[in-house]
């Protein structure tokens, strides 16, 4: 079932519900308001970290394989901070230190 963000027209409160995609729209937590909205938001998207890490490896490989070292750099970056995993932290600690940067 689809988590919903939805806003309430009395108290101005936002909380999320899991609801049924044909499900009543639900009533305000905070104060029992039954005048709520729904919220348009960005889906969350999950990808195992596992798969994450093999992916990542294989772009850096593929950048230094063509030679572009400063973008294998600014991804293994880009995605350490993203990644939460050591493995990507360790090869882009690893490319900072070839790079000397």
Sequence with gaps: MPLYEYE???CSGIFEVILD???PSPSCPNCGG???R???GAPA???KADQ???RIEKRVKDYLLDGKVKDAV???DKASSMVKSDKVKQIADKLHQKSGK
């Design 8 to 10: 309430c027209a009395v």
């Design 21 to 23: 995609l044909d499900g």
């Design 34 to 36: 039954d005048e709520c």
């Design 38 to 40: 729904k919220l348009i």
């Design 45 to 47: 998207v999950h990808i």
């Design 52 to 54: 994450a890490t093999r």
């Design 74 to 76: 600014r991804f293994a």
